[in-house]
């Protein structure tokens, strides 16, 4: 019998710091920019960053879950409460990322314009599926990112919780290079 996992492997941490810091980063772009007037010099480009990192995201997120499906992952720790807690927040995280990723998909080609990825390629839009398609998406990429972030603040807390109170290994399996 192999023995148990002991660690998330060094892709599956690298993915999920990156993961983590693009989030934060496209959120508070995200908020600084919508509140940008037409004649700022910031009015085009901030939008265009924040497409070119969501698709970057968008990848690195497909590359996630696949790799979370392929390789071997250390057991959650905690009350079976915790343990089924930590299952749901988790997919709900990932749930929220492709729902997030679908609604800035049709913000950005509502008008039929693709979506420059750095002006390495170009995402093609398929224009509008309803009446004002925009300002709905708008509304809902808003409330599902709000939605992704204070889940990923409760995240972050359950895991400090299983480290400072639990003294437990949750932490340190996303932390050390090695197990102690």
Known sequence: MPEAVKQY?????????????????LFALGLWMVDLTYYSEWYNLAPYWHKSIG?????????????????????IEGEKWEVQGA????????????CIFI????????????????????????????ENQEDIAGVIHYYLAVTLITLAVVH?????KHHFINKDSTLNKMLRIKQQ
């Open 55 to 75: 698709l970057c995201l968008f990848a690195l997120t497909l590359f996630r879950i696949i790799w979370k499906q392929l390789t071997a992952a250390p057991d």
């Open 156 to 160: 972050a807390l359950a895991a400090l």
């Open 9 to 25: 492997n060094r892709t599956a941490k690298l993915l999920h710091w990156a993961s983590a810091l693009l989030i934060i980063a």
């Open 103 to 130: 609604s800035g998909y049709m913000i950005s080609t509502a008008d039929g314009r693709s979506i420059e990825l750095f002006n390495w390629l170009s995402v093609p839009g398929f224009g509008s599926f309803f």
């Open 87 to 98: 299952k749901i927040a988790h997919f709900s995280l990932y749930l929220l990322l492709l």
